[in-house]
């Protein structure tokens, strides 16, 4: 993996991880006591899903990649625009009043799968663009334990108006990437 692949996958790993920190400052808030032990069942769950969606994705896209070479770039560029303004529009929806246990089992998992659907998507386009993707769930996983663990903290200690801004973040690194992808194929 050379340095731009590396800080491409950097890149696209704080961007998916966004839902994640905003889910964990949403645990942080709920349980302003919690443990690190928790608070690792948390990151770890989120990490783990997030690392885990990439591949799924892009054993789907290896199946039909063949077919679509000639479009791969444009592929790989909607479907990060599609994703970033997905999560730029959800966070821009009024917070609903939930009562939530983050460390219910079902709620957990839940969480963590549905803050890494976004993942799923991008392993699709990792499969069109040939990228090393055992390198890819690494930092992937790793980025996303890092603000998860980080985001809990934040919530306990900051509240919760940061997390909005963090999701609009978020999205527009994706945007950008694909910007980025776009261009270098067709230049």
Not at 58 to 63: D, P, T
Request: glycine share 8%.
């Amino acid at each position: 993996m050379s340095f731009l692949e590396f800080v491409t996958i950097l890149l696209i790993a704080i961007g998916l991880c966004f839902d994640s920190f905003a889910v964990s400052v949403s645990s942080g808030l709920m349980m302003k006591h919690i443990t690190f032990y928790n608070a690792m069942k948390i990151a770890f769950s989120l990490a783990f899903f997030q690392g885990l969606m990439p591949l799924v994705g892009w054993l789907a896209g290896k199946s039909i990649s063949s077919y679509l070479l000639d479009y791969d770039h444009w592929i790989a560029f909607s479907l990060l625009m599609l994703i970033g303004i997905r999560m730029i529009i959800e966070s821009l929806k009024p917070d609903e009043e939930k009562t939530f246990n983050p460390l219910n089992i079902w709620v957990l998992i839940t969480m963590s799968i549905a803050t890494s659907i976004d993942a799923l998507v991008v392993g699709l386009s990792f499969a069109f663009l040939k990228t090393d993707i055992y390198s890819s769930l690494i930092i992937i996983g790793s980025v996303t334990f890092i603000a998860a663990m980080l985001g809990i903290l934040f919530g306990k200690k900051a509240g919760h108006k940061l997390g909005k801004r963090m999701e609009i973040l978020g999205g527009a690194i994706l945007i950008l990437i694909g910007f980025k992808i776009l261009i270098e194929h067709l230049l």
